[in-house]
C-alpha cells in the first residue's frame, strides 16, 4: 500500500461516527487516537529513531506490554517501522515509516493547541515573575 493511496471506504465502516457509513476522521483516529500512538510519534518525530528501551524512557508512564502492543499496531497501520539492527544481543530500533512522518503536521498542532488552551497541574507550572 502506498503512503498516499487513500483507504478504501470498506476497510473502515465506523457505525459512531454520527451515522455516516464512512468517516475519514474516525477512520483517522481509530488509527492514531489510542492512548499512547500520538505521543509515540511525537517522540519518534523528536529523536527519529529509538530502540525500545529509548523509547520506553522516552514515553513517561507506559509500561513495556502497552509499548510493545502500541508498536505493534503502528507498525501494522504502516506507520511505524522495526529495524532489527544488532543479532547478538539482539536490538531493535523504531523509526517512522513515510506515512508516519506526515503526522508531523498533525502532532505539531496538538502540541500548539495543548500549549495555547492546556495548563499543567498548579505543582508542575514555572513560578510566576
Not at 475519514?24 to 530502540?51: F, N, S, Y
Not at 529495524?83 to 512522518?101: C, D, F, H
Amino acid at each position: 500500500m502506498s503512503d498516499t493511496a487513500e483507504v478504501p471506504e470498506d476497510d473502515c465502516l465506523a457505525v459512531w461516527c454520527a451515522g455516516d457509513e464512512w468517516c475519514a476522521v474516525t477512520c483517522a483516529m481509530d488509527v492514531i487516537g489510542k492512548k499512547w500512538h500520538p505521543v509515540i510519534v511525537h517522540r519518534l518525530l523528536q529523536h527519529e529513531a529509538l530502540r525500545f528501551n529509548e523509547l520506553g524512557e522516552e514515553v513517561d508512564g507506559i509500561t513495556n506490554k502497552m509499548l510493545s502492543q502500541s508498536l505493534e499496531d503502528l507498525e501494522e497501520n504502516e506507520l511505524v517501522d522495526r529495524e532489527i539492527v544488532n543479532e547478538k544481543p539482539v536490538a531493535v530500533e523504531y523509526s517512522l515509516t513515510e506515512r508516519g512522518q506526515s503526522l508531523e503536521p498533525v502532532i505539531d498542532s496538538l502540541e500548539e493547541w495543548g500549549k495555547t488552551y492546556l495548563r499543567p497541574p498548579e505543582s508542575e507550572q514555572e513560578p510566576a515573575c
